[in-house]
């Protein structure tokens, strides 16, 4: 069964600060790793995605990879209230044909 | 929501009834997702089809789900005699044709479906 943990939060950061989400996955083959924000009763929109090990950054956003650790994390520079929603981890293996598997999500909240 | 079309947005349906859930791709993709969104759950994959072609249905419920995607028109998830349990949204992805596994797959809106 392969798995993506993410811990549930909600995680709470002020506004102007780094909100930091993490994820772990036990598939060693994985190959590409997403990120998604999803407000409450609204579709998934992608966020960021990498395929690598170290960091890619967009924006306020830095995704980062390590997989020798099965470790994906997502940071939020300059968070702002506009930002707090649920961040999925999503993540695709390299045999399957391309089915992504979600974590629960982390709530964050960023408040004034 | 990025080009991938579902609808309806919301169905209600009562328990014996049948669901259908339609979803039209973002332009010159031809790879289709079926996730299924449970109330304070995660999304659970379902389905994956192409063009007249189910590719991967190790998420489908064994009995009364089925999924198709003919060769014009829309991806349907058909949901026969529907129970409670159904309760859920239901969201499609496409991604690109022929771009490799890592291309990302892109949402579209779901649809929110209640069973009476």
């Known amino acids: 069964q392969k798995e993506v943990e993410q811990n549930s939060g909600p995680l709470s950061v002020p506004e102007g600060a780094i909100a930091s989400l993490n994820c772990t996955y036990s598939?060693?083959?994985?190959?590409?790793f997403f990120w998604y924000r999803q407000y409450s009763g609204k579709s998934p929109e992608l966020i960021m995605f990498?395929?690598?090990?170290g960091d890619k950054e967009d924006g306020r956003f830095t995704a980062q990879l390590n997989k020798a650790s099965q470790y994906v994390s997502l940071l939020i520079r300059d968070s702002q209230p506009s930002d707090s929603a649920t961040y999925l981890c999503a993540v695709k293996d390299g045999t399957s044909y391309g089915k992504l598997t979600f974590g629960q999500g982390t709530i964050l909240t960023v408040h004034p | 929501n990025a080009g991938v079309m579902q609808n309806p947005r919301h169905l209600v349906r009562r328990r014996g009834q049948e669901a259908r859930l339609r979803c039209s791709p973002m332009k010159g993709h031809s790879h289709v997702y079926w996730y299924r969104q449970l109330p304070e759950e995660g999304l659970k994959f379902m389905v994956y089809l192409q063009k007249e072609n189910i590719i991967d249905e190790s998420g489908m419920p064994k009995e009364r789900f089925s999924a198709e995607f003919p060769k014009e028109g829309p991806s349907i998830l058909r949901i026969q005699q529907v129970v409670r349990g159904d309760s859920a949204a239901y969201f499609c992805?496409?991604?690109?044709?022929?771009?490799?596994?890592?291309?990302?797959?892109?949402f579209g809106d779901g649809t929110r479906l209640s069973i009476l």
């Open positions: 598939d060693r083959g994985s190959q590409s």
């Open positions: 992805a496409s991604s690109p044709q022929g771009m490799g596994s890592n291309q990302p797959q892109h």
């Open positions: 990498i395929y690598s090990n």
